[in-house]
């Protein structure tokens, strides 16, 4: 039997904005990624991820999707997708697109169409649309807080609250609806049907929330691994089965697979990847590593090791669109915040060159890990 491609991939990520602009309105597009496929070719690699390239309003560089069948404007459009897709599988390559399930713009059809109804309305419980505390419930349902700052609730103007754990312009869809599952069951199959071979899937582990709506006593902190297993909005057991009917949907097509954004503890991230859910899974553990041979070939053999209790393989990548690249990281010293340093500094700690030999070395390492790998763009020209 011929192992599935996606075992020992390398996989190159696209930020469609910032990649290669076709058209000279100072904007990448889809254009721009076809003029560049044969350069991807050449550079062997499996195959290319795609950040969301949905019609948005991009308040959040796309993640607020408010047409998951429909491409956005400044992009392209969906004939230049399916293009781009046709091309890319004549030159050998896979194609990844990005989804996202936690939440949609706050100009999606489905979200106008519940602000626009009455309260009780069956429309209002595709999302987390809820009253307030307090007597005249002026009070948010809960002390959440949103992954960007701030409350994770904004009231609407007849007085209830919509949840939305990232920007305010991106409302979270409620996954115990029916609705909401078919709909991305039937999303699932328009991307495979046009030809997609796999997807990298958005705030993987953030779908369930504990429906009674207890207050968390903490903030939101999505970009670092979660600790609490009982947390109201992270790593909720049940999302898993919300994984399984996408399994379910991808096994009637042939070797297509995802890949989960899942910033988890290392002893619950083998559950994302049983053989019912997702074929891979980012080793956040490793990216997070200080650049100390101790700690890395401890986090490598920790993510060997899980994996292999599951019958998976590990999925590695050191750079991507919502952290800071590693060459900038290494040239930093040890224990230094890099998550906030791009906004904060202070700057004057910066070895670039140094950070720039460390990146050459740290690529080569994880180029040579057995499993799958990740490659950001321009990772390849050490970019800082």
């Known amino acids: 039997m011929t192992e599935s491609w996606w075992r020992n991939s ?26 560049k496929l044969p350069y991807l070719a050449d550079l062997g690699v499996t195959g290319l991820w795609v950040n969301p390239w949905y019609a948005s ?39 990844l697109v990005d989804l996202v399930p936690n939440h949609t713009s706050s100009e999606h059809e489905w979200f106008q ?52 754990l990232f920007d305010v312009s991106q409302p979270d869809l409620d996954w115990t609806n029916v609705e909401v599952q078919e709909e991305f069951k039937d999303i699932f199959r328009y991307w495979c049907d046009i030809g997609a071979d796999g997807f990298r899937v958005d705030v993987a582990h953030g779908l369930a929330k504990d ?7 903490e903030a939101a902190e999505l970009l670092s691994n979660a600790k609490t297993l009982d947390h109201p909005y992270w790593d909720r057991d049940e999302v898993h ?12 097509y042939e070797d297509r697979m995802m890949v989960a954004e899942a910033w988890v503890a290392p002893d619950r991230s083998p559950l994302y990847v049983r053989p019912d859910e ?15 041979i101790t700690e890395m070939r401890r986090r490598v053999g920790d993510v060997l090791a899980a994996t292999a209790t599951v019958g998976a393989v590990p999925t590695w990548t050191l750079s991507n669109h919502d952290v800071v690249r590693h060459p900038t990281r290494y040239g930093l010293p040890p ?34 890990l057995p499993g799958a790998v990740y490659l950001y763009q321009g990772e390849e020209l050490g970019l800082p």
Do not use: C
């Not at 390398?10 to 003029?35: K, M, P």
């Not at 080793?283 to 997070?288: C, I, K, P, T």
């Open 335 to 368: 224990g230094t915040p890099w998550r906030t340093w791009l906004l904060d500094g202070p700057h004057d700690l910066l070895d670039a060159e140094l950070g720039h030999r460390r990146a050459r070395a740290a690529i080569l390492f994880m180029l040579a």
């Open 113 to 164: 169409e519940a602000i626009a109804a009455p309260i009780g309305d069956p429309s209002r419980a595709r999302y987390h649309i809820r009253p307030g505390k307090g007597v005249d419930g002026s009070e948010p349902p809960t002390d959440w807080v949103g992954v960007f700052g701030g409350p994770a609730w904004e009231r609407l103007p007849d007085g209830e609250w919509y949840l939305h």
């Open 211 to 217: 429906m009674s709506f207890p207050d968390s006593g």
């Open 278 to 292: 997702y074929h891979q899974s980012f080793a956040f553990d490793f990216l997070e590593s200080e650049w100390d």
């Open 10 to 35: 390398v996989i190159y990520q696209v930020y469609v904005r910032s990649f290669a602009d076709a058209n000279g309105d100072g904007t990448g597009d889809i254009n721009g990624i076809r003029s």
């Open 57 to 95: 309003p991009l308040h959040d560089g796309g993640y607020d999707v408010a047409d998951y069948r429909d491409i956005e404007p400044s992009y392209g459009t969906l004939d230049d997708a399916k293009a781009m897709i046709v091309e890319a599988h004549e030159l050998g390559l896979k194609v």
């Open 241 to 252: 089965q919300y994984i399984r009917q996408w399994r379910s949907v991808l096994d009637e």
